[in-house]
Nanobody
């Protein structure tokens, strides 16, 4: 059973930084790279960052130039370094992976940015 555990969220002032981590357990041969999503109150969950089919980082336009995604060599952990945070980044951040045709989500970690 695949399990994802996020950590690193918190409360910061605008302009601050946070680093999120997502650790994966129970990965199998048919697991894809992990991806970051976020969901703000009253809004739909949205893509934040991930890796394309060539392994290159991809980002939502709203976070380009401010967020950096990385992963460990074993691909069992993914990180999201967030700089220049703005109040609009306030959301619960989730990591997701797909394994053998099924999506798995972590429990989320809250990021709150105050102005």
């Amino acid at each position: 059973q695949v399990r994802l555990v996020e950590s690193g969220g918190g409360s910061v002032q605008a302009g601050g930084s946070l680093r999120l981590s997502c650790a994966a357990y129970g990965l199998s041969y048919c697991t894809y790279d992990m991806t970051w999503y976020r969901q703000a109150p009253g809004k739909e969950r949205e893509f934040v960052s991930g890796f394309d089919s060539a392994g290159r980082p991809s980002y939502a336009d709203s976070v380009k130039g401010r967020f950096t995604i990385s992963r460990n060599n074993a691909r069992t952990a993914v990180y999201l370094q967030m700089y220049s945070l703005i109040p609009e980044d306030t959301a619960a951040y989730y990591c997701k992976t797909r394994a053998c045709g099924q999506d798995y989500w972590g429990q989320g970690t809250q990021v709150t940015v105050s102005s």
